[in-house]
C-alpha cells in the first residue's frame, strides 16, 4: 500500500486559522517558499486521481528538475481540506478545483489559477446498481442520501448545482462524507450512500464490477454542458495572489512545467501515461487504470489557459445554491481569479 505524505496536524489548525489568515499570506508559509528558487510545496486535493494527474505526471516526467524549481507533492483526499493549508500559509500551491477561487473571493481572499489543467469537471454521479431505477437523475435526489468526498469540496459544490438544477432544494437531500476512493466504494456498498459523487480511477472500478453505474457524466464538454449549462473549468494550479505576485519567476517555473506536460498528454495514448505513473497508483489492475485514464483524457487542456466563458459559468452555477455566493454575484471580479499571462508566456 501505498504511503502518502500529508500535513494532518497543519490540516486541522488550518480550520481555526481561516478568521487569521488575512493576516498571513503564503510568503509566511514553511518549506522555502519565502524566494525564487526556493522549495515550492503544493498540495495536492487526491494525488492518484485521474483529475489531477497532470501533478505527478510532471515530476515523473522531470520537467519540474528541467524548470529549476524544487517541488514538493503533499496530498490530501479532499479540495476542501487542501484549500485551508494554502489559506493557513502551510504551502505555496494546490492542484485543486479552480470553483474554490470563486468561493474565496467572497470570503475576502484572492486565490486564483495560474495553470488550467481541465476544462471540465472529470467528475461523474455515480448511483448504487440496484438503486439505480430509483435514483435515475438528479430530479430523484429528494429524501436521498448522496456521497461527497467532504461537505465543502468541489463535489459538495457539484452535487448541490446538479440538485437545485432539477428542481431539488439542497436541504432536500442527505450530504454523506464518503471520502474518495475505496472509502467511497464501501460506503456506497453498504448502503450508505444511494449515490455519490466521485472521479476515476474510482468511476472505472464502479462500472466493472457492476457496483454502480453512471447517472451524470461530467468527464467530456458534451456531458458537463448538458450538466451544467456550459463549461465547467476545474482541474487548476491555484496560489495565493499575493505569492503569484511576489514570486513571478518560481510561478512562471511551474507553468513552463505543467504546460510541457498537458502538451505531453495530449501528444501520448492513455497506455503511455500510465506506464509513466508510479506503479501503485493502478491499484494492481494496470488494464483498470489505462481505461480509466482513457474514459477522462479529454478532460485536460492542451495550454493550461482558462476559457473566459467557463468561467463566467463557474460563477453563475455556484450563484444559483451557494449562499456564500449567492447575494454577492455582481461583485466577484473573475479577473482576480485566475490569470493566464504565465500560460502564454509558457507557450512562447
Avoid at 503544493?42 to 492518484?48: A, F
Avoid at 501533478?55 to 503533499?74: D, H, I, S, W
Avoid at 477561487?101 to 448504487?128: H, R, Y
Avoid at 518560481?250 to 506536460?261: I, R
Wanted: neutral net charge.
Amino acid at each position: 500500500m501505498r504511503t502518502k505524505t500529508r500535513v494532518t496536524a497543519a490540516v486541522l489548525a488550518a480550520t481555526t486559522a481561516l478568521s487569521l489568515s488575512a493576516c498571513r499570506d503564503s510568503r509566511s508559509g514553511g518549506s522555502g517558499g519565502g524566494k525564487d528558487g526556493g522549495q515550492v510545496t503544493i498540495m495536492v486535493g487526491g494525488i492518484d486521481k485521474v483529475i489531477y494527474l497532470p501533478a505527478k505526471l510532471t515530476e515523473q516526467l522531470g520537467y519540474f528538475k528541467e524548470q529549476g524549481v524544487n517541488v514538493k507533492l503533499l496530498t490530501e483526499p479532499a479540495g476542501a481540506q487542501a484549500e485551508n493549508v494554502l489559506i493557513s500559509g502551510d504551502v505555496q500551491g494546490v492542484v485543486g478545483f479552480y470553483d474554490h477561487t470563486v468561493d474565496l473571493q467572497t470570503k475576502g481572499k484572492c486565490i486564483q489559477s495560474v495553470v488550467q489543467f481541465a476544462d471540465v469537471p472529470g467528475e461523474a454521479e455515480m448511483v448504487a446498481t440496484g438503486k439505480a431505477g430509483d435514483v435515475a437523475s438528479p430530479a430523484a435526489f429528494k429524501g436521498k442520501k448522496l456521497g461527497v468526498t467532504s461537505p465543502g469540496s468541489s463535489t459538495d459544490f457539484l452535487t448541490r448545482a446538479l440538485a437545485v438544477r432539477n428542481g431539488v432544494k439542497t436541504s432536500d437531500y442527505t450530504t454523506v462524507k464518503a471520502g474518495a476512493g475505496p472509502t467511497f466504494i464501501s460506503t456506497l456498498e453498504n448502503g450508505g450512500i444511494d449515490a455519490g459523487m466521485t472521479t476515476d480511477p474510482t468511476i472505472a472500478k464502479l462500472t466493472t464490477t457492476g457496483k454502480a453505474k453512471i447517472m451524470v457524466d461530467m468527464r467530456t464538454e458534451e456531458g458537463t454542458r448538458k450538466a451544467l449549462g456550459g463549461l465547467y473549468p476545474a482541474s487548476s494550479l491555484y496560489m495565493d495572489c499575493a505569492y503569484v505576485k511576489a514570486h513571478t519567476e518560481t510561478v512562471q517555473k511551474l507553468a513552463n512545467a505543467f504546460v510541457k506536460t498537458l502538451g505531453w498528454i495530449k501528444a501520448h495514448q492513455p497506455a503511455e501515461i500510465a506506464a509513466k505513473m508510479p506503479a501503485d497508483y493502478n491499484g494492481g489492475d494496470a488494464k483498470l487504470y489505462e481505461k480509466s485514464i482513457g474514459d477522462s483524457i479529454s478532460m485536460f487542456t492542451e495550454d493550461g489557459v482558462m476559457p473566459a466563458e467557463g468561467a463566467k459559468n463557474v460563477l453563475e452555477v455556484l450563484a444559483q445554491f451557494s449562499p456564500n455566493v449567492q447575494g454577492k454575484k455582481d461583485t466577484v471580479d473573475l479577473s482576480k481569479t485566475y490569470t493566464t499571462e504565465f500560460v502564454t508566456k509558457a507557450k512562447q
